[in-house]
């Protein structure tokens, strides 16, 4: 599960010039209405606002993750803390997401603009001279994957100015207490206020002189702001298993999805489980692992394909992130959560996939027709999870043989028995059993990795894909 701490705080002065033709640092909302000193903010008052999601692995194998705010300079840059992006930087990151659009966090009230897409370590620039002890120099742009059209989404997405170049001869611009300055951010600001941290609030904020500043405050200079916490970082060891780690791109239908969400007592949590490409636009997937897309607190999910290893800068050049939200997530009508029967699910890719461009690193596994494999049958499955009971989940994709076992299985269910030491383990489930008769038949999913309570099996039931042929032609159909 993943842990996030929340304090951020974006610090702005407003210098809009009426004659600037440049669109940036005018909302459509008036700034001037019950928004001061630590209320909440109405919707687009601050159209460039983001809030930024890291989620990396702890030494455990679970995830955490930290978050901050960020500002939209133009229509492909966030401005924001370097200290916290730094996790980006160690073999334990795993993806970045920024929403913007919205002064609402929580799930079922967000802005019907609002716009989130994922970021890795070749989209974040730390200043070369940041100083994590000091804080000096403590800035970093984020690039986003896509421009924004600017001129369709001004209304509730939109930048801000920067200082010094809209109406000014110089190339700086120094503020004084003289001018209307506030502080926005998720954080809590008033404690007195329950939906702290979800709700974008705004404070007003007193420019200081640098020297009052540094008698208040002598560990500040002039280049630290007050923007984010900093979270520690460390590196996270691969555990020594028997089971073979998979080479890039050899099963290039695997996804890897990411699901984040709010925890009753508002902390946010995440979880992730495995999914198998089946065409240019559907993943196939554990309706357990899935389920809590249908939550009124779950907030956004990740799929991630085109790479093996989800360890830092090992990631393949050629992976893919794609954002979905509950809309794209079809659950089994009768799945049941209680027994986890019909554990099955579907994710619908916001934008088909042109596998013509990327059939080297991302390709469909193939559909089983009517038949199931049986004990002659070469059958594999392939996950991220835990390789034994105590060791942490793997960030590098693992292959484990299987043989179909035919007696004692339950209807709607494969059962398959592993190779003696390599388990089956939490984390897991979602992914693939896939099975071919020969080396030169292309591999087809028969069945889907089920949820596990935490002991590695030998012996497993897997989700019969044969059973729901009809159900997944129907969705794709219809959806």
Known sequence: MMRIRVLFLVSMCLVVQSNSEELCGKPESSLEVGIRNGKFVPLHAYPWMAYLALVHYKRDGSLEGNTCGATLISNQWLLTSAHCLTVIEHESFLVGVAVLGTNNLMPNRMSKHAKQTSFGPNDVFINDQFNSETGANDIALVRLSEPLNIKKTKNYIQPICLPGIYGSSSNSYVISKDDDC????????NPKLNNSGKLLQVTETVIEKN????????????????????????????????N?????????WMAF???????????????????????????????????IANDKFFITGVAMLGTNDWSGNHISKHNIKINFDSRDVFINDDYNVD??????????????????????????????????????????????????????????????????????????????????????????????????????????????????????????????VTKYLGWIEDIMDYN
């Open 244 to 252: 073979e780690v998979v080479p890039n791109h050899r099963y290039p």
């Open 339 to 464: 027994t986890n029967k019909n554990d099955i699910a579907l994710v619908r890719l916001p934008k088909p996939l042109d596998l013509k461009k990327v059939e080297k690193y991302v390709r469909p596994i193939c559909l089983p027709q009517s038949n199931r494999p049986g004990p002659e049958d070469k059958c594999i499955v392939t996950g991220w999870g835990q390789t034994s009971p105590f060791s942490m989940a793997s960030k590098k994709l693992i292959q484990i043989n299987e043989t179909i076992v035919t007696d004692n299985c339950q209807d709607g269910k494969i059962c398959a028995q592993t190779t003696p030491g390599h388990p089956l383990c939490f984390g897991d489930y979602g992914g693939p059993l896939q099975c071919r008769k020969e080396s030169k038949d292309p591999w087809t999913i028969y069945g889907i990795i089920p949820y596990g309570n935490g002991v590695c099996e030998q012996l497993s039931a897997f989700t019969d």
């Open 257 to 291: 999805l990411v699901l984040t969400y709010y925890q009753k007592n508002g902390m946010l949590s995440g979880n992730t489980c495995g999914a198998t490409l089946i065409n240019d636009q559907w993943l196939v997937s554990s309706a357990t692992c899935l389920s």
């Open 182 to 189: 506030v502080a926005t951010g998720w954080s809590k600001i």
């Open 211 to 242: 020297e009052d500043c540094k008698a208040k405050l002598p560990s500040v200079t002039e280049a630290k702001s007050d923007c984010g916490i900093q979270n520690s970082g460390f590196l996270a060891k691969i555990p020594k298993s028997k």
